[in-house]
């Protein structure tokens, strides 16, 4: 007879604690990656300044704010692309990341790419 009586007490402490969902979601470029994709295009004329051809991968803090900051080169190009992609995440801005109804700061990686024809 415990046995029986033990189930649903387990039960019942199991869905009272994972109902606490909160808003959870990851930080990202505000209007989505369409918008992200066409604020990059829009820095085309900086991106196509550059003489070498390739990608720089770039890592940043996105904060509460939606701010980027503390931005790295991950794998630089050349001095001058890599500077142009800095400037280029610099003026990014994005919807906060939340966790369990707080904003956070999260880091975020982003490849920028350099296509110019010599």
Do not use: W
């Amino acid at each position: 007879m415990k046995f029986f009586l033990i189930i649903p007490f387990c039960f019942f402490v199991v869905t009272t604690c994972s109902g606490q969902n909160k808003e959870n979601h990851d930080a990202e470029f505000i209007g989505g990656y369409d918008s992200l994709f066409k604020a990059l295009q829009s820095q085309s004329n900086m991106i196509n300044t550059c003489e070498r051809k390739g990608k720089v991968y770039l890592d940043f803090n996105v904060n509460e704010l939606g701010e980027t900051g503390d931005i790295q080169i991950a794998r630089g190009l050349c001095p001058k692309a890599d500077s142009i992609a800095f400037e280029v995440v610099k003026k990014l801005k994005y919807k906060p990341a939340v966790r369990n109804g707080q904003q956070i700061v999260v880091r975020k990686s982003l490849p920028i790419y350099f296509n110019t024809e010599l």
